[in-house]
Every structure is written in structure tokens, then in C-alpha cells.
Nanobody
Framework: VQLQACGGGLVQAGGSLRLSCAISGNIFSISGMAWYRQAPGKERELVARKISGGTTTYADSVKGRFVISIDNANNMVYLQMNSLKPEDTAVYYC?????????WGRGTLVTVSS
């Protein structure tokens, strides 16, 4: 499974960005999709997770501002980020898993200026 994220960039506080992640390879029976982020000097953290045919979870810090969506027909996952804050600055990674096997994409940098 390969994942390629894009869509990061520099945005002012209060602005919006949409991250995209293309999924390819053997994606049969993947368990779900997620976005993580890692800010400088901090550990990687879950931002949003959508389990296949199941629930969607968001970090408390992004609830009401970010939306994860999946386009199954085109094997894409998106993260719509609204009302961005400087503390959202991080490298964002898309992630998928199948059972105990996890797959990471390369990150895309989001910088929010105050």
C-alpha cells in the first residue's frame, strides 16, 4: 500500500486548507484511514480517523474545524481544515492499516501564521 499526501502550505490564521492523500497498491480490506500530525518538538498525534463502515473520530483540538472524508471510487482521502490556528502548524501524514499492518505516507507541511 502506498500513500501520497499533498495540499500543505502556508496559510494565515483563520484560513482553510484541504489536504489530499492518494492511496494505491493492494488496498483490499483496509480497515480505515486516518490523518496524523507532528509539530516541531512534539510527538505524532492523531488528528482524525475514519474506520471503514464505522465511526469517525477527531482530536478534541480540531473538532468542529476539521473534516475527514473518503472517496472510495477514486481511492482518495481528504482532510478539510477550517479556522486554522498557529497551533495547527505541523507535518501532516495520512495513514491506513489492515489488521496489525500500518502504512504511512510522506508528510505534507502545514504552516499557519498568526
Amino acid at each position: 500500500v502506498q500513500l501520497q499526501a499533498c495540499g500543505g502550505g502556508l496559510v494565515q490564521a483563520g484560513g482553510s486548507l484541504r489536504l489530499s492523500c492518494a492511496i494505491s497498491g493492494n488496498i483490499f480490506s483496509i480497515s480505515g484511514m486516518a490523518w496524523y500530525r507532528q509539530a516541531p518538538g512534539k510527538e505524532r498525534e492523531l488528528v482524525a480517523r475514519k474506520i471503514s463502515g464505522g465511526t469517525t473520530t477527531y482530536a478534541d483540538s480540531v473538532k468542529g474545524r476539521f473534516v475527514i472524508s473518503i472517496d472510495n471510487a477514486n481511492n482518495m482521502v481528504y482532510l478539510q481544515m477550517n479556522s486554522l490556528k498557529p497551533e495547527d502548524t505541523a507535518v501532516y501524514y495520512c495513514y491506513t492499516w489492515r489488521g496489525v499492518d500500518g502504512y504511512w505516507g510522506r508528510g505534507t507541511l502545514v504552516t499557519v501564521s498568526s
